[in-house]
């Protein structure tokens, strides 16, 4: 089996948090080269599934749990380097380490029997860029929340310490990098709604033409189309607010944060709670 | 060879006092002048108290660093002290407002304060910078000699060492530099940021100096008279700083708002020159994005009521007087560590000295040595050039050990019996320890030097 090398970045990535406990700026890089270890293992596997089964549609429901972790950890590391704010991995990394263990614990069934009988491309486009826009939005979740508690210090002008260049204390080692400053917490918030947007509209589009295929009806109202649209709404509001009107800093947090939410809850809603409605069974 | 401070500093005396010492220290000339009427000093058989001095000036210092004669005792201190205090106050019953450190103290005192945990902000890097320009001075019109230039030396050596090994000046303590890394806590990149200057005083002086040093390029500079502002840039900048400096009319500031991203306030304005009326349109034209404004005026000349308005992010002087005692804290706890170290260089420093006052000891037992082989071996040899070369070579030997011990006793006080043995031993005569003029001791101090090299 191969799940149980999903416990090779899990141990990974819950032993970086060790050094971290040492509070001293090495220790912090062997915290940050602990979890890029981690990402590295997991984009091993991720080439392990693909020589295996080829390029096909995740069908067990501990490979799609993997390759949403997988996805979520390529984006947060690309976002990492590029805008030099390694201290996201540190919020990120929980996430993707619960979404592997889950990966391990949660049986090795078949999740899809109905839509197997859908044009397997678009299924599998629709998976992906479903997954690249809500792991876009989950960035975008946890800096605003960054950005929300941040700006909050700022305002009260509480528990805010002036950087310590030479300093040796944690709070310091995660200040390395462009720091926690609003800008750009605010500049990242607005370049995932900016990308994750297409792929989430392109994905909610082939969503709806894929359930379509299936009712054999156009946009037969079910809860999930319902809830998709209204997540994409608030997504559109926000980034037309954003574009026209110059939303930003703490409103435009607020409002990922609300929009990542209710992603949450409507991809519980659809595959814990009425499985049915997502098609799959 | 007795270290003697006297001085006053802000823990000691009231500005106005020190007001009263700086002003007549003011100039090279009025030092020098001060300087000579010390050297002038002599006591009743007419011999000079001190040796050599050192004047340091800052403004929240005065201190006369001294090495006093060996026929300097104890109550000559005293006598200085006063002669000071009538100096500068005409009456010797200010004296109380002066402390005096002696030897070691006064060491320690030197080294504590070219470190700066003597300063009024703990770390901060000044002091030293005035102490080395107080160095200099003395070096060039040689009021300083051998024995407080070693003492400087090792007290810059101290100064380092402290400021490399312990955090005491790292973290930021100035208003200055500490509204210069909260903007960073807002924006990202100060490059293309664009800082309004009201008002053309001091405290603006430096923090938009601190802004050009992180980045900055654009900052225009608005004051009530324009010409005060054209004089404030012309003065106060150097000419590569001026280059990213614009004066604009005062009334143009309005104009130049939705534009800017930090404004510094500095005016002397006794009311509000921003109300929060007037900063709604602003940030709605910026459309939202973030506006720091920094109020280091007293009375505060910005509303503080714009706080409230999102992506508006404003600090006055109290905000970051808070802040940096913080930092103050984080200094006061390295100073502990400091004070160590200032202890190791002072016991350094202490024991060199002591050494030093065992060269007259060492010098007599060798002519002592010297001139018995002398007289014995001028029986046997005629060569003097032979001679001579086998008295030094004996000498050395025979007293190889002897020396060893003497010096080994001078860096610890329980050994001095050491010395009075060996006095005893060789019938060295007390008298021949006393220094009778500088020319001779200084000789003496340079023999000493070759020898334990």
Redesign the interface.
């Known amino acids: 089996m191969l799940k149980e090398l999903y416990l090779i970045p899990v141990a990974l990535y819950i032993f970086s948090y060790i050094p971290l406990l040492f509070k001293d700026k090495k220790m912090y890089k062997v915290f940050v080269s602990l979890i890029y270890a981690g990402f590295a293992f997991q984009t091993l596997i991720f080439f392990i599934f693909l020589s295996i089964k080829g390029l096909t549609v995740p069908v067990h429901i501990d490979r799609f749990v993997f390759f949403n972790a997988w996805i979520l950890m390529f984006i947060v590391v690309l976002f990492g380097l590029f805008y030099k704010v390694e201290y996201v991995l540190l919020y990120i990394t929980p996430l993707v380490a619960l979404n592997l263990l889950i990966g391990f614990f949660v049986p090795h069934v078949h999740i899809t029997p109905v839509m197997l009988n859908v044009n397997k491309t678009i299924l599998l486009t629709h998976i992906v860029l479903i997954l690249i826009g809500d792991s876009l939005f989950a960035l975008a979740f946890i800096v605003s929340l960054i950005y929300i508690f941040q700006e909050r210090k700022i305002k009260n002008k509480k528990n805010l310490k002036l950087f310590d260049k030479k300093g040796i204390q944690l709070k310091e080692a995660l200040h390395s990098g462009g720091g926690y400053n609003l800008e750009l917490l605010d500049n990242i918030n607005y370049q995932c709604l900016k990308i994750g947007f297409p792929f989430i509209t392109l994905g909610i589009v082939m969503g709806i033409y894929l359930s379509g295929s299936l009712s054999r009806t156009f946009m037969a109202v079910k809860p999930i189309e319902i809830m998709s649209l209204i997540t994409w709404l608030i997504y559109a509001i926000l980034l037309h607010e954003r574009v026209a009107k110059g939303l930003r800093g703490k409103r435009a947090a607020i409002f990922s944060v609300a929009g990542f939410l209710l992603i949450l809850f409507s991809l519980s809603f659809s595959f814990y709670l009425f499985p049915a409605f997502h098609g799959l069974k | 060879m007795d270290i003697l401070i006297i001085g006053l500093n802000h823990k000691s005396a009231e500005i106005g006092e020190r007001e009263t010492v700086s002003k007549k220290l003011l100039t090279i000339e009025l030092r020098r002048d001060f300087t000579n009427k010390l050297f002038d000093m002599k006591d009743e058989n007419g011999r000079p108290f001190i040796k050599e001095v050192v004047v340091l000036t800052t403004c929240n210092r005065s201190e006369f660093i001294m090495n006093l004669s060996s026929w300097t005792q104890g109550k000559g201190g005293h006598i200085i002290k006063s002669y000071i205090a009538k100096y500068f106050f005409g009456d010797a019953a200010e004296e109380n407002i002066f402390y005096m450190h002696l030897n070691e103290d006064a060491v320690r005192h030197l080294f504590s304060v070219a470190s700066s945990l003597d300063s009024m902000i703990i770390g901060e890097p000044q002091i030293l910078g005035q102490l080395k320009e107080a160095y200099n001075e003395a070096c060039k019109f040689k009021t300083s000699g051998r024995f407080l230039n070693k003492l400087f030396h090792k007290a810059f050596n101290c100064a380092k060492t402290v400021r490399t090994e312990t ?1 005491i000046a ?3 303590v100035s208003v200055s530099y ?1 509204a210069v ?2 903007s ?5 990149s100060l490059d293309e940021k664009k800082v309004l200057l009201l008002g053309a005083g001091e405290m603006g002086k430096l923090t938009v100096k601190h802004f050009i040093k992180y980045g900055v390029r654009n900052i225009y500079i608005a004051n009530r008279t324009k010409e005060n502002a054209l004089r404030f840039v012309e003065e106060s900048f150097n000419p590569t700083e001026k280059e990213y400096l614009n004066v604009i009319d005062f009334s143009e500031y309005y104009k130049l708002l939705p534009q800017s991203d930090i404004v510094l306030c500095s005016t002397g304005s006794e009311d509000y020159v921003l109300k929060y009326a007037d900063i709604i349109p602003v940030i709605k034209i ?5 506006l720091f404004l920094i109020d280091i005026s007293m009375p505060r000349n910005i509303d503080p009521e714009i ?1 409230k308005i ?2 508006v ?1 404003l ?1 006055d002087i109290d ?1 970051i007087g ?2 940096i005692e ?2 103050m804290e ?1 200094r006061k706890q390295e100073a502990d560590a400091a004070k160590e170290l200032v202890e190791t260089a002072v016991k350094e420093f202490m024991n060199w000295k002591e050494s030093l006052n065992v060269v007259p000891v060492i010098i007599s037992l060798r002519n002592k040595v010297k001139d018995i082989l002398e007289i014995e071996l001028s029986k046997y040899i005629g060569d003097k050039k032979e001679k001579d070369l086998i008295i030094n070579s004996l000498t050395n030997k025979i007293l190889h050990e002897p020396t060893m011990l003497i010096k080994k006793a001078s860096a610890n006080p329980e050994d001095i019996s050491s010395i009075e043995t060996i006095k005893a031993l060789f019938n060295l005569d007390s008298e021949d320890f006393t220094d009778t003029d500088k020319g001779k001791e200084n000789e003496n101090v340079n023999k000493y030097i070759k020898l334990i090299k």
């Not at chain 2, 910026?286 to 973030?290: A, D, G, I």
């Open positions: 955090r790292t973290s930021p500490a890394e909260l960073k806590k807002v924006f990202n910026r459309k939202q994005r973030p706080n999102p992506n992010y600090f905000d808070k802040m913080d930092n984080i």
